[in-house]
């Protein structure tokens, strides 16, 4: 089977076209912004000359869209209407997007206390029209356990046409308890919904003019892929996926594949740095955090620094008697290396005088140098060198504060909580352009070994092409109220015979709900479902036990293809 992988990044769009597990080919495109799609279609382009198969092309794509919305406060203006029952105070949570209340409870264990006002729903969808709110998100505080209540006001909105173009519904996202989080997870998915169609309607008109693609899958923040008309529904998993690519790309090429390593991604203007243990990624346990907002979304761990080969290079104090200058690098991008024709000195170029990168023009490297040096009082050699090594020093003591933060919290991986864990890196993981300049180093000044991997400057697209569908349900059971649900399958039903149902059966029932996800997804081993988290306890009255409640949170475990490696990358 041919898949082709395509990672939207920052500066490039790269692809890479595998078949077998082989890769065949790989391409490298400037990003437009404001056309993802074109950008998507000539990195495909640059791939397809050696694509000689008959069967459907695969498509994995990895893109910036619903992360660029958010980051930049482009969604669509959203009506945010909560049922969050008494003892709540919404106001207090700072969530930074208005939210109108409703009256009406659910409790913990899901019983309806008091039922929605129909009159006072409708007076909210109006407020909402009348101040031009084009998406709508409803999110109960219990509705995890039984989502009636927003279903019912999904109801009310759907029956006269208030204009809203999207409607969220918080327990369609997550099964996961934490009302705040469920709150800007909907907020945030209703907000970027619409463009997200819009960009698949163009990726399905790729596909129509496109030379045989089959089935497009989007990556997500969890390293897993999603459908297009899954990414509709919930657009907001789609963030965060270029770190993801970063992670499953290492995951799928290096010569490490076990044991503990810090797999670093090194751009043009960023550099992302993510974390495995004991050959599994880390993950965020809470859900993903983006523009300050902390969401349901289930993510690897990854952390971003604004340092990459096209960074600003600043002189923050001059050369004295008692010591030399010293520089700073980054957060902003200075542009194009002067070596590509650029006008700004960058780390790029500093590797490009000593030699230790082969592109562009050399002299207009040096002349960019030799004048930051004349600054510094350096000669042109000696100032790219302290170039090089601030980069190395500023990159080595971010990963030192990822491991630092990890150490301070229970790590936690797609198969168990590690605490307190021995997570300190045995190997360096490097990807990206810069990174045969720049992960030797830095390896060398952790005292670790290091890998910068095959096809290293396409790695992220190989991660995207290497990546397998993911999907998760969260099983809640209460055997005193007899009642089961499955919320992010719309599923709330009576267990038969309760008082039966033990962890056990819980554990199964929930294994099979995610099966039958993995089913709609191509995924039919059981050996790819893995249980993430479970609670049980007992519910007692009187000194009697009368119940178990249950949540087990089964899903469709991200994992990767292992891709051969054919092209030069390095290691120690």
């Known amino acids: 089977m041919y898949i ?4 939207v990044g920052g500066t490039n769009t790269d692809a890479a076209l595998i078949k077998d597990n082989v890769v065949l080919a790989t391409g490298k495109v400037p990003t437009d912004h404001d056309n993802l799609v074109e950008s998507t279609a000539a990195a495909l382009a640059a791939i ?13 794509l990895s893109t910036t869209l619903s992360t660029n919305i958010i980051v930049e406060g482009k969604g669509d ?73 927003e279903l019912a006001i999904e109801g009310i909105a759907q029956q006269t046409n208030w204009g809203f173009r999207q409607i969220t519904l918080g327990h369609r996202l997550s099964g996961r308890p934490n009302f705040p989080r469920r709150l800007a997870t909907s907020y945030l998915n209703a907000g970027v919904a619409r463009q997200q169609a819009v960009f698949v309607e163009m990726v399905k008109r790729l596909m129509i003019r496109g030379r045989n693609i089959g089935r497009v899958f989007l990556l997500k923040a969890d390293g897993g892929t999603m459908t297009l008309d899954d990414s509709l529904a919930r657009p907001v998993e789609t963030i965060l996926s270029g770190p993801a690519a970063s992670l499953m ?17 090194i751009g043009g203007t960023t550099t992302d740095v993510s974390v495995q243990v004991g050959g599994e990624p880390v993950f965020q346990r809470q859900g993903a955090e983006i523009a300050g907002r902390r969401t349901l979304v289930p993510a690897l761990f990854a952390q971003s620094i604004g340092l990459g080969g096209d960074s600003e290079v600043r002189v923050v104090s001059q050369p004295t008697e008692k010591g030399a200058a ?18 700004k000195v960058t780390p790029t170029d500093a590797a490009v005088v000593l030699g230790l990168a082969k592109i562009g023009d050399i002299d207009r490297a040096r002349k960019a140098v030799e004048e930051l ?62 990174a045969r300049v720049f992960i030797p180093l830095a390896a060398e000044a952790m005292g670790v070994e290091w890998e910068v991997l095959p096809y290293y400057q396409e790695a992220n697209a190989i991660g995207a092409a290497a990546s397998r569908p993911t999907a998760a349900v969260t099983l809640h059971a209460d055997t005193a109220l ?9 599923y709330m039903d009576k267990i038969k015979r309760a008082m039966l149902f033990d962890l056990e059966k819980a554990r199964a029932e929930a294994i099979r709900w995610a099966a039958q996800k993995g ?17 049980s306890f007992n519910m007692v009255r009187g000194f009697h036990t009368v119940g178990r409640i249950f949540t087990i949170r089964a899903q469709v475990r991200p994992r990767v293809r292992r891709i051969a490696a054919g092209q030069e990358g390095g290691r120690d």
């Open 249 to 265: 790309g290492a995951q799928a090429l290096t010569d490490y594949p076990a044991g503990n390593a810090v797999i670093v991604d």
């Open 519 to 535: 089913e709609d997804l191509g995924i039919t081993s059981l050996d790819d479902i893995a249980i993430m988290d479970e609670e």
């Open 373 to 434: 040096g004349a600054i510094l009082d350096l000669e042109v050699e000696a100032a790219a060198q302290a170039i090089v090594e601030r980069f190395t020093w500023q990159l080595v003591d971010k990963i030192q504060d990822v491991y630092r933060y990890l150490e301070s919290r229970p790590v936690y991986t797609i198969s168990e909580l590690l605490a307190p864990p021995d997570i300190r890196p045995q190997v360096l993981i490097g990807l990206g352009g810069p």
């Open 326 to 343: 010293k520089l700073e690098i980054g957060p902003k991008r200075a542009g194009t290396p002067a070596a590509l024709g650029g006008s």
């Open 4 to 7: 082709a992988g395509i990672d």
């Open 77 to 149: 203006p959203t009506a945010v209407l909560a049922v969050p029952g008494p003892g709540m105070r919404i106001e207090e949570l700072g969530l930074g997007f208005p939210v109108h209340i409703l009256s009406g409870s659910v409790d913990h264990r899901g019983r309806e206390v008091a039922g929605i006002n129909s009159h006072e729903v409708q007076a909210a969808l109006a407020a909402a029209q009348k101040a031009d709110m084009v998406a709508l998100a409803v999110v109960g505080k219990f509705s995890h356990r039984n989502p009636t209540h």
């Open 48 to 60: 397809l000359d050696v694509y000689q198969g008959s069967q459907p092309l695969e498509l994995h």
């Open 482 to 490: 007899g009642t089961i649900t499955v919320p992010e399958m719309d």
